[in-house]
């Protein structure tokens, strides 16, 4: 197996303006592979409001926040991992979002310019990007 290490910082996030029956989480980040640095990109995390209620948040909630913030996150492993990761993407979270919350926002670490690791594991034979 080939494996690189990415390292992923956040540099800062916002509530976007009410558009419709829906919030809008922004999350900036940047993604720096080896020695090069990657451009400054976003993930929007759009969560409907009967989907918050559900979960028992409402915005503003910092605890919202965080489920917000592990969507984004795993959104961008997973687009990394299969090099399919563009500068801006986004997570819906409407109708198809789980019934409850898959995330304890208790667990979940939110500190912006603390940059965290992960590994891109790819099986021999393709190259890493």
Not at 100 to 109: G, L, V
Request: charged residues 25%; neutral net charge.
């Amino acid at each position: 197996m080939a494996s690189k290490i990415v390292t992923f910082s956040r540099t800062d996030s916002e509530w976007l303006p009410h558009i419709g029956d829906y919030d809008t989480y922004i999350f900036r980040y940047t993604v720096v592979e080896s020695e090069l640095m990657g451009k400054p990109e976003s993930v929007k995390v759009k969560i409907s409001r009967s989907t918050q209620t559900a979960w028992g948040f409402m915005r503003p909630d910092s605890n919202l926040d965080k489920v917000m913030f592990q969507f984004a996150l795993d959104l961008v492993a997973r687009k990394v991992q299969d090099s399919t990761l563009r500068t801006d993407e986004e997570v819906v979270l409407f109708n198809d979002a789980p019934q409850k919350c898959p995330y304890d926002p208790e667990k979940i670490q939110f500190k912006f310019g603390v940059p965290l690791e992960f590994q891109v594991v790819r099986p021999f034979g393709f190259k890493l990007p």
